[in-house]
Antibody, heavy 120, light 111 residues
Framework: EVQLVQSGTEVKKPGESLRISCETS????????INWVRQRPGKGLEWMGR????????TYSPSFQGRVTFSVDKSVTTAYLQWSSLEPSDTAMYFC?????????????WGQGTTVTVSS | QSALTQPPSASGSPGQSVTISCTGT?????????VSWYQQYPGKAPRLMIF???KRPSGVPDRFSGSKSGNTASLTVSGLQAEDEADYYC???????????FGGGTKLTVL
């Protein structure tokens, strides 16, 4: 069974750094893009970008370029989303989602989400 | 403002059919046959319901169907059931650097 399990809730102060994780299992990690999606409270879904675990090639949505960094650790089949300096506007739930098996243009399995709250 | 336009709400009675629209441009929906639809319950992760405009993943009831005409995609839910009450999001491929543009979401209410 394909599974993406994300790290737990985070409460941070503005200016702090943060890294959240997405641990995968049940498929060949190296060959499927991992996408990151943001959902602010009461709002819709926003695609942040994606990373190819095989070579760490990353694509960032223009809205998120320079604000976040994607990375992977192939030894533990885990993807990461990182901030160097959080802002209150980063308060949201963040989802990782695997590229589709039957179509490369969809996201077929999602993590359960990680809630990030940034407040002074 | 979302890249794709969805109605904020839709509703229907049990057993009825309801269609949710998703309007984009020639740069996304109109330019590719890569529209997906996701179902999301409050506080939960989205679930893939339709991909590549019309295809259903294994396990998705055949009550859910997708279509596209020009720059507008549609999700139809037939034989509405109480469990279909959720938020639905459309998304389209829009090029290498814009892998997924989302609609604003539609809250489906089963009356």
């Amino acid at each position: 069974e394909v599974q993406l399990v994300q790290s737990g809730t985070e409460v941070k102060k503005p200016g702090e750094s943060l890294r959240i994780s997405c641990e995968t299992s049940g498929y060949t990690f190296n060959t499927y893009w991992i996408n990151w999606v943001r959902q602010r409270p009461g709002k819709g879904l926003e695609w942040m970008g994606r990373i190819y675990p095989g070579d760490s090639d990353s694509t960032y949505s223009p809205s998120f370029q320079g604000r976040v960094t994607f990375s992977v650790d192939k030894s533990v089949t885990t993807a990461y989303l990182q901030w160097s300096s959080l802002e209150p506007s980063d308060t949201a739930m963040y989802f990782c989602a695997k590229r589709g098996h039957d179509s490369r243009y969809t996201m077929d399995v999602w993590g359960q989400g990680t809630t990030v709250t940034v407040s002074s | 403002q979302s890249a794709l336009t969805q109605p904020p709400s839709a509703s229907g009675s049990p057993g009825q059919s309801v269609t949710i629209s998703c309007t984009g441009t020639t740069s996304d929906i109109g330019g590719y046959n890569y529209v997906s639809w996701y179902q999301q319950y409050p506080g939960k992760a989205p679930r893939l319901m339709i991909f590549d405009v019309t295809k259903r993943p294994s396990g998705v009831p055949d009550r859910f169907s997708g279509s596209k005409s020009g720059n507008t995609a549609s999700l139809t839910v037939s034989g509405l059931q109480a469990e279909d009450e959720a938020d639905y999001y459309c998304t389209s491929y829009a090029g290498t650097n814009n892998f997924a543009v989302f609609g604003g979401g539609t809250k489906l209410t089963v009356l």
